[in-house]
Structures are given as structure tokens and as C-alpha cells.
């Protein structure tokens, strides 16, 4: 198992460190917007999601799982479930959940790598970097623009089907243009990037929201640049620990830099 | 048959390699549906402004 080991070695520093400076970027750049946001959402009427017919769905799921002790009936006021309090706690979370997530990136940036002969040093990662940006944040912000608390979206599991069929759909795209050089391939390539959004995202019924339309502006920006800074520092990291683990640079089949 | 010879973990065979990828892969994406997409309540709370943050559907 030594392959596994490896990648898992690589995927745990590139994510633990490229989690870390996504999370210190999210405290000046995207929490204080959805700070703001959820002042507008209290205004509004409790924090309650938009979508009612979600939670029959996640009532169960939550119940059977375990979680929370008494899911609905301990939260008679606004507040459903546990949540961290505000403040430094929901702030270390926040940093946990960075980092995780930052891993899961990891892992799988550095096993498709991996496939395609590795990511061999600092530049190529930054390539690599701009791929999963593509792929993980560019493709589904389309069709699915980052949102604020209160805002108003269709159900989630709907969404969360489209933003999982589109960045499967653009990743396989993206690989059939770098490494197969065939027209036909390129073509089909560019029908899978493009299809998601000919079928088009799930919409919400209404389009009316508490928030200002420039607060969302700007948290689509925020967005959009902090996940570009964090893609291009997992891949650069994971090529700086790979060249180090290997020894071997630049042993691409296919090298971009 | 060792076509995999200077990569991570040196001189495994290819389809053992290819396994090990491919479950190094799934635990990635296992961790991201965990953090990311997770119907599990406390999950969602915990996780709630990294989601906004990276753009999950989320709500």
C-alpha cells in the first residue's frame, strides 16, 4: 500500500496548508459578507431555509444518523440542530472544515495526477491548480453563483446533483483536451463542458431576497478569487512535497510547464 | 510489467498502483461529500460558512 500511503502523505500537507490559508483569507474576504447577509436573514424573519421541502428529508436522515439528540423539538426558537457558537468557536470550525475539505481536495488532485504521470513540481502544480479551480469552482459558480444565507435557491438535492454531474462533466472534458490530442475527442470535450449549462441549473420560484444585489456581488467575487488562491496553493504545495518525496522531477508523460 | 517505476511508491505493479489511486481518489471525494454536501444537521452547521465560503449548494 505503499502508493496510498504516499498520495495520503502529499494530499495531507498540500490540503492541511493550502486549508489554512483559505480559511485566514475567508475571515477578511467571504465571512464578514455572510456575517452581513444573516443580519439582513434575521431581519427577515429567523433563520429558517428557504426550501420547505427539504427538511422532511433531512429530519430523517439526521434522526437515523445520529447527530443531534432532539432534532426539532429542542429548537423552538430560530436555531435548528447544534451549531457553533459565534465567535472564536464558529471560527475554529470554520478552520476544520477548510482544512478537511482542503484534504479531500488534496486526495483527489493527487490520485487524478497521479494517472496522468504526477504532478512534478511547483509550476505544473500551479497548472494543475488552475484545472481543479476550473473543474471544482468555475464550472458550477456559473450555473450555481455562490450564495448568501437568505438567499433565495431551489432544493438542495436537485443543486447538489448539478453541481456534482457538472464538475464531473468538466473534469472529463478538461482530461480529453489535455491529454488526448484528437479533434473529435477536443469536440466531444467541449459538448461536455458546455452541456450542464444547456441544461441549466435548478432555479429557485422566486428571485425575491432581504439581501442587497451588490452584497451578493461582492461575496461572488470574494468567492471566486479565495477558491483560485487556494487551488493554485494545493497544487503548487503538492508539487513541492511530491518533488521532494520522489526525489524526481519533472517525470511527466504529459508535462504542461 | 512494472511500467510504474518513478512515481509515488516506487516499483509497484501497474494494477496495484491503479487500485490504490483510484481509493486514495474515492477517500477524497468521500471527504468532500462528508464536509460538502452532508444532509446531517450538526455537519451542516459546523461546515456552515466554509460551504458559503466554497460555493456548495448549501440551504
Not at chain 1, 36 to 62: R, S, T
Not at chain 1, 103 to 112: H, K, P, R, S, Y
Not at chain 1, 130 to 150: K, Q, R, Y
Not at chain 2, 13 to 38: C, M, Y
Amino acid at each position: 500500500m505503499s502508493v496510498f500511503r504516499n498520495v495520503v502523505f502529499v494530499a495531507a500537507i498540500a490540503g492541511l496548508l493550502a486549508g489554512i490559508v483559505l480559511a485566514c483569507l475567508q475571515a477578511y474576504a467571504t465571512v464578514p459578507l455572510i456575517l452581513k447577509a444573516e443580519v439582513y436573514e434575521q431581519a427577515g424573519g429567523g433563520h429558517e431555509h428557504p426550501a420547505p421541502a427539504a427538511p422532511a428529508a433531512d429530519a430523517g436522515a439526521a434522526t437515523t444518523a445520529m447527530s443531534t439528540p432532539a432534532p426539532a423539538a429542542a429548537a423552538p426558537a430560530e436555531e435548528e440542530g447544534w451549531a457553533p457558537a459565534d465567535g472564536a468557536e464558529r471560527f475554529s470550525f470554520n478552520v476544520v472544515s477548510n482544512i478537511v475539505t482542503g484534504i479531500g481536495f488534496a486526495l483527489i488532485l493527487v490520485a487524478f495526477s497521479e494517472f496522468a504521470g504526477g504532478i512534478g513540481n511547483w509550476r505544473q502544480g500551479v497548472f494543475w491548480g488552475l484545472a481543479g479551480f476550473a473543474v471544482f469552482t468555475l464550472a458550477p459558480g456559473l450555473g450555481l453563483p455562490p450564495e448568501l444565507p437568505a438567499m433565495p435557491a431551489a432544493d438542495l438535492l436537485p443543486r447538489q446533483i448539478w453541481w456534482v454531474a457538472t464538475v464531473v462533466a468538466t473534469a472529463i472534458g478538461l482530461a480529453l483536451i489535455a491529454f488526448r490530442r484528437s479533434l473529435p475527442l477536443t469536440i466531444l470535450a467541449v459538448a461536455l463542458i458546455v452541456a450542464p449549462h444547456i441544461v441549466g441549473a435548478p432555479q429557485p420560484a422566486s428571485y425575491d431576497t432581504p439581501i442587497p444585489e451588490g452584497l451578493h456581488h461582492q461575496f461572488v467575487v470574494a468567492v471566486t478569487i479565495t477558491n483560485l488562491v487556494f487551488w493554485l496553493v494545493l497544487g503548487a504545495v503538492v508539487g513541492i512535497v511530491r518533488g521532494r518525496f520522489t526525489g524526481q522531477a519533472s517525470n511527466l508523460r504529459d508535462s504542461f510547464a | 510489467m512494472n511500467t510504474a517505476t518513478i512515481s509515488l511508491g516506487a516499483s509497484t505493479s501497474s494494477q496495484s498502483r491503479f487500485l490504490q489511486l483510484a481509493l486514495a481518489g474515492l477517500l477524497g471525494i468521500f471527504i468532500v461529500g462528508f464536509t460538502g454536501f452532508s444532509h446531517i444537521e450538526a455537519v451542516h452547521n459546523a461546515a456552515h460558512d466554509a460551504r458559503h465560503s466554497m460555493a456548495f449548494p448549501c440551504h
